[in-house]
C-alpha cells in the first residue's frame, strides 16, 4: 500500500485541486498519489512511454461481477478507520484474489479478498511471453463508464467532417504547448473523421480563470479558437463544469494535457501528429 504524504506534493498541484474534491480522508489519499505527477503537464506522448506500452493491453477479456461480499468487507474496514466513503464495485482481476475497486468520487484502486489493503498502480503479468497489463481492460472500463456519463453540452466539441469513424476525448489545457499543437490540426483531425472533445484539465492554478472564462463563453468553440491562439479570453463567471471535469480527470488518472481517450476507454497518449493520432484511434477500435 502506498499513500504519498501531502508534504510531498507540488505546491501548483496543491492549490489546483483543493476546491475540486471531497474533504474526507481517503479521497485525499488516493488523489494526492495521482497530483505528484501533474506539474509534468504538458505532452508530446514520448515521455509516457512505460513497460506496456510495448504490449497488448488485456481489454479483450470479458469483465466479471462485482462480488458484494469484498464490497462489504472493505466498507466495513473502512469505516472502522474513521473512513466514510460509499464503495460501488469491487470486480476480480486476473490476480488471484485481487480486485478492482471503484466509489463514489475516488480514483479506482485495487484490494484484496478481505479489503484490507487499498493498492494502487498496474498489474503487470510476466513469465508467459510478452508482459501483459491485466489491469488494462478494468481502467478502460471505468474510463469508457465515466466518459460517456459526462454531457455534451458540457464540453467543446470539434465535429467530424462527413463521416463520423471515431470520437476521441481530450483533457486539455489552454495554456499548454502541445495542447496548442494538437489544436492547431484541429481541421486536419477532423477531415480524417475524428471528432474531439475536449474536457478542462488546467495544469495550474494560474491557468484556471482562463479555463473558466472559456467554459463561461456564449460561443466557447470561439472562445477555445481564441485562448489556443494566445489571445486573452473574459467571459462573466458561471455554474460551468471546469472543477467537475478536473476532478474526473483525476479519477481517470490524468496527470499531463493533453490525455486523449477513445471512446473505449483506452488512453491513446499525449500529444500525436492528426495521421499518427488516426492510427492509433484505428489501432483502438
Not at 471528432?195 to 472564462?213: G, H, I, T
Not at 460551468?240 to 490524468?254: D, N, T
Amino acid at each position: 500500500m502506498f499513500f504519498s504524504p501531502f508534504s510531498q506534493l507540488k505546491p501548483s498541484a496543491t492549490k489546483l485541486f483543493k476546491s475540486g474534491f471531497s474533504t474526507n480522508k481517503l479521497s485525499h489519499a488516493l488523489v494526492s498519489v495521482l497530483l505528484i505527477t501533474v506539474a509534468a503537464g504538458c505532452s508530446n506522448n514520448a515521455a509516457d512511454a512505460s513497460i506496456v506500452n510495448s504490449t497488448q493491453a488485456n481489454t479483450s477479456k470479458t469483465v466479471g461481477n462485482s462480488d458484494a461480499a469484498v464490497v462489504k468487507a472493505l466498507q466495513a474496514n473502512l469505516k472502522a478507520s474513521g473512513i466514510e466513503e460509499k464503495i460501488i464495485s469491487a470486480v476480480p482481476t486476473d490476480m488471484s484474489d485481487i480486485y478492482w475497486v471503484t466509489g463514489e468520487g475516488l480514483p479506482a484502486f485495487f484490494t484484496d479478498k478481505l479489503g484490507k489493503h487499498i493498492i494502487q498502480g498496474q498489474i503487470i503479468a510476466v513469465g508467459d511471453g510478452e508482459p501483459v497489463d491485466i489491469s488494462g481492460a478494468l481502467v478502460a472500463r471505468t474510463a469508457q463508464e465515466a466518459l460517456k456519463a459526462v454531457d455534451k453540452k458540457d464540453m467543446i466539441i470539434y465535429p467530424a467532417k462527413g463521416q463520423t469513424k471515431s470520437v476521441v476525448y481530450s483533457f486539455t489545457d489552454a495554456d499548454c504547448p502541445y495542447c496548442t499543437k494538437l489544436h492547431e490540426e484541429m481541421d486536419e483531425i477532423n477531415a480524417l473523421g475524428i471528432e474531439v472533445r475536449y474536457l478542462a484539465w488546467p495544469r495550474s492554478q494560474q491557468s484556471v480563470p482562463k479555463m473558466e472564462a472559456i467554459w463561461c463563453s456564449k460561443d466557447r468553440v470561439a472562445a477555445m479558437d481564441k485562448a489556443k491562439s494566445g489571445q486573452n479570453v473574459t467571459a462573466a463567471n458561471c455554474n460551468s463544469p471546469v472543477q467537475a471535469q478536473m476532478a474526473l480527470g483525476a479519477r481517470l488518472g490524468v496527470n499531463g494535457t493533453p490525455a486523449i481517450f477513445t471512446e473505449s476507454g483506452q488512453q491513446v497518449g499525449g500529444y500525436l501528429p492528426a495521421a499518427q493520432l488516426a492510427q492509433a484511434v484505428n489501432a483502438a477500435q
